[in-house]
Structure formats: structure tokens, C-alpha cells
Nanobody
């Protein structure tokens, strides 16, 4: 059973920064790849960032150049570093253990409970 726990969310001003963490149970990176999703009020959950191949990461256009996904295998933890935050980044952020193939990320059944990011002046 895979367990994921997000943390690091909070209230931040526009232009500010946050780093989100996703702690995974055990060593799961050998069996899954990881991703970050977010869901804003009244909107569908969207894929924000994921590991694709060769250690590379992919991002949705709206966050390119501002967000960075990384991981620490020794700590079984995935991070999302967010800079230059905008009002539109306000959402609940979730991590997911899933699969990458053919240019697409396929979410697995394992989700964290989410961490709230609120960008407000």
C-alpha cells in the first residue's frame, strides 16, 4: 500500500515562493514515476508537473519557468518548488504515483490528501 503525504502549502503574496513536499511510504520510485496535480475551486484537476524520461521533467505551459519538480530518493520525497506565484496558482496541490509512456503521464490510484496553496495580496 502506497501512502503519500503532501505538505508545505500556505498563504503567499503574488511573486512569492513556496516549496511543496510529498513524502512517500517506502521506496516507490523504482515502480512508479511521480507527478503533481492541482485543483482550483470549480475547476477540474490538472496535471502540473511530472517526471518523463531520463530524469527530465515536464510542465504544463502555465507554470513553465516558474515551477520545478525534483526528488530525493534517499528520503522518498518529491518536491515542487514554486516561484513567482500568481493568483491563478491558487489551488489544492496533490502528488500522484503513476506511470509515464508515449509522451503521456497516466495517474495511478495513489494520491495524497492535498495541500492548499493560496496566492493573495
Amino acid at each position: 500500500q502506497v501512502q503519500l503525504v503532501e505538505s508545505g502549502g500556505g498563504l503567499v503574496q503574488p511573486g512569492g515562493s513556496l516549496r511543496l513536499s510529498c513524502a512517500a511510504s517506502g521506496s516507490i520510485f523504482s515502480a512508479y514515476t511521480m507527478a503533481w496535480y492541482r485543483q482550483a475551486p470549480g475547476k477540474q484537476r490538472e496535471l502540473v508537473a511530472f517526471f518523463s524520461y531520463g530524469g527530465r521533467a515536464s510542465y504544463t505551459d502555465s507554470v513553465k519557468g516558474r515551477f520545478t519538480i525534483s526528488r530525493d530518493d534517499a528520503k522518498n520525497t518529491v518536491y515542487l518548488q514554486m516561484i513567482n506565484l500568481k493568483f491563478e496558482d491558487t489551488a489544492v496541490y496533490y502528488c500522484n504515483a503513476g506511470y509515464y509512456s508515449g509522451g503521456y503521464y497516466s495517474p495511478g490510484d495513489y494520491w495524497g490528501q492535498g495541500t492548499q496553496v493560496t496566492v493573495s495580496s
